[in-house]
């Protein structure tokens, strides 16, 4: 099936997708992991592809080479590695940071780079690197699914590459000039209709299959952060499960930028995702007009009653900096829609404790909350070793 045919008629990104993925199986061209379906697909011949990396002026002059966790790109990685650049990995799905910094032991041979190189030495090989990391990319690499000769890019659909991609923009990391390059099989490459794209989509300047290296020389211009104001349904349901992400908004908002989803505007009537949300919030007494205010001192961490409840849960935040101010943290906790009962204030301690009615709340506090870093400190979170009830 010639790869242009494999696009033609195609009305959805989906369904481009999934005659792909089809394809990969049916020509015997897929490899390991199967079936490809549902990820960037590996395919024969990758490492060949790979292998062009080190002919390419963007990557010879590359210092620091972001490459995506992907089987297929693995080559990419080793290339990295055995040029000694620096390596940025993304966190699988963003859960525990944004990117992993690949550390090799010193007079790591080519088989232990080959090793470092694989999603296993990823986990073993690397150390996080934050926000506040002061990455600075030459090179992005991404995985596809299928790719157009004018730079126009299909993931997976899960939206992970543009929200990384769109991350590092509003941490600096990236410029306007940072060349974007995706690593295909020839049957990858595809004609793509431009309307099939979205302004939060990433497009690519080079394409590397197992016969050609293509520049796209793309003129349309890459996402220049998180759109909040155009947020998808796929990012208020990343915005749930990635504390990095909330931490982020947090910050756009503390520095001034409108961080309002599309769902949140007031100007929308019968906003019923604001008032599931305030439902919710209500339910377990997290209310925005809760009291968040006198502190009931002392270092030992208990769990007092509050008016009109049994009992509540505490939640400890650790390693404060100096320079918060209290403000400034119910400020981000509501933000992150975790806003207590009661705020236990003790910033000549570094801590703080949060009083919640409803243990289910405690715990979405404690994983919103993983992650956060404020004034340049990560955050110490973990329920409280004490729920005592002193009545």
Request: net charge positive.
């Amino acid at each position: 099936v010639p790869s242009r045919a494999l696009a033609s008629g195609a009305s959805s990104k989906q369904e481009i997708r999934e005659r792909v993925w089809e394809h990969l199986e049916a020509s015997g061209l897929a490899e390991y992991p199967r079936p490809v379906r549902g990820r960037i697909p590996n395919f024969k011949g990758s490492l060949q592809a790979c292998g062009s990396l080190a002919g390419l002026h963007a990557f010879s002059r590359a210092r620091e080479v972001k490459v995506d966790p992907d089987k297929p790109l693995e080559g990419a990685r080793l290339a990295a590695l055995q040029a000694r650049k620096t390596l940025l990995v993304p966190t699988p799905r963003l859960r525990t940071g944004l990117f992993n910094r690949i550390v090799p032991p010193p007079g790591a041979s080519k088989e232990m780079l080959r090793r470092c190189a694989t999603s296993q030495g990823v986990r073993d090989y690397s150390v996080p690197v934050g926000l506040d990391g002061k990455a600075q990319v030459d090179l992005v690499v991404v995985g596809s699914v299928a790719v157009s000769e004018k730079g126009w890019r299909i993931g997976k659909g899960e939206g992970y590459a543009d929200m990384e991609y769109a991350m590092m923009v509003s941490m600096g990391a990236v410029q306007e000039d940072t060349p974007v390059l995706t690593i295909v099989h020839d049957c990858q490459v595809l004609d793509i209709a431009e309307e099939l794209l979205g302004d939060h989509d990433l497009t690519v300047d080079y394409i590397l299959t197992p016969t050609r290296t293509i520049q796209t020389n793309c003129k349309r211009p890459k996402p220049q952060g998180i759109l909040w104001h155009k947020a998808s349904s796929t990012l208020i349901q990343m915005l749930g499960k990635i504390p990095i992400l909330k931490t982020l908004r947090c910050r756009e908002k503390q520095a001034g930028k409108d961080v309002t989803l599309q769902d949140e505007h007031p100007a929308l009537p019968n906003n019923r995702a604001a008032a599931s949300t305030t439902k919710v919030m209500a339910a377990n007494g997290q209310a925005r007009a809760a009291p968040m205010g006198q502190p009931h001192g002392g270092s030992d961490p208990v769990s007092p009653k509050l008016e009109g409840s049994d009992t509540i849960t505490t939640v400890y935040l650790g390693n404060l900096p100096g320079s918060l101010r209290v403000s400034e943290l119910k400020s981000a906790l509501r933000e992150l829609q975790v806003t207590p009962a009661r705020l236990n204030w003790q910033g000549a301690q570094h801590r703080a404790f949060l009083d919640y009615r409803d243990p289910a709340a405690a715990g979405r506090a404690v994983s919103s909350l993983q992650g956060l870093s404020l004034g340049g400190s990560a955050l110490r979170v973990e329920l409280t070793k004490s729920q005592r009830d002193k009545g």
